[in-house]
T-cell receptor, first 116, second 117 residues
Framework: DSGVTQTPKHLITATGQRVTLRCSPRSGDLSVYWYQQSLDQGLQFLIQYYNGEERAKGNILERFSAQQFPDLHSELNLSSLELGDSALYFC???????????????FGPGTRLTVL | AQTVTQSQPEMSVQEAETVTLSCTYDTSESNYYLFWYKQPPSRQMILVIRQEAYKQQNATENRFSVNFQKAAKSFSLKISDSQLGDTAMYFCAFMNGSNFGNEKLTFGTGTRLTIIP
């Protein structure tokens, strides 16, 4: 158990719908990262938040958005869903702060999204 | 942009044997970190080992060790005395260490390792 929690574990929805994935980082970790794992794209970085602020963006679609709340949990919102959005979405957290400290990222169990 | 290449899509080895997984990367950065992650059938991503580019000494974690060749940009993982529980997908990953706030992991395509009883 990495200490990172993600809900829900599984999500099945239809094209055009909107869903929210939730992540709680390890206690004390200020950085949260979102990754997408799909068969055709592999593991790809989506976005990073540090202490409530967006820090880095990767290959995140405009239909996707995220935020990190004052209690440090994060949510990834996916809208206007398409079949190709079906994937495993991981959240990871790190204790790294202000560019210093251990930078290992610990992953949650993931949310499997199926778009029908 | 950094790239990570894992040229072995699949490997298999007998239990108790030693196996080496290959990884090469391309970067112009001098300060970076390299990782191996394991993804068993449960799909959980588990950190196996970490290497700082500025350290010449190869990292080891129990039965897992790396061969880090900075000039060749090579970062292989050696698993000694392989066990059935080592059966998993293994991902090599790169992290730029120079920029605060740009600490994304760039992953290779993975190597599926099967340990044969």
């Amino acid at each position: 158990d990495s200490g990172v929690t993600q809900t829900p574990k599984h999500l099945i929805t239809a094209t055009g719908q909107r869903v929210t994935l939730r992540c709680s980082p390890r206690s004390g970790d200020l950085s949260v990262y979102w990754y997408q794992q799909s068969l055709d794209q592999g593991l790809q970085f989506l976005i990073q938040y540090y202490n409530g602020e967006e820090r880095a963006k990767g290959n995140i679609l405009e239909r996707f958005s995220a935020q990190q709340f004052p209690d440090l949990h994060s949510e990834l919102n996916l809208s206007s869903l398409e079949l190709g959005d079906s994937a495993l979405y991981f959240c990871a957290s790190s204790v790294r702060s202000q560019g210093k400290g251990r930078n290992e990222q610990f992953f949650g169990p993931g949310t499997r999204l199926t778009v029908l | 942009a950094q790239t990570v290449t894992q040229s072995q899509p699949e490997m298999s080895v007998q239990e108790a044997e030693t196996v080496t997984l290959s990884c090469t990367y391309d970067t112009s950065e001098s300060n970076y970190y390299l990782f191996w992650y394991k993804q068993p059938p449960s799909r959980q991503m588990i950190l196996v080992i970490r290497q700082e580019a500025y350290k010449q000494q190869n990292a080891t974690e129990n039965r897992f060790s790396v061969n880090f060749q900075k000039a060749a940009k090579s970062f292989s993982l050696k698993i000694s005395d392989s066990q059935l529980g080592d059966t998993a997908m293994y991902f090599c990953a790169f992290m730029n260490g120079s920029n605060f706030g740009n600490e994304k992991l760039t992953f290779g395509t993975g190597t599926r390792l099967t340990i044969i009883p």
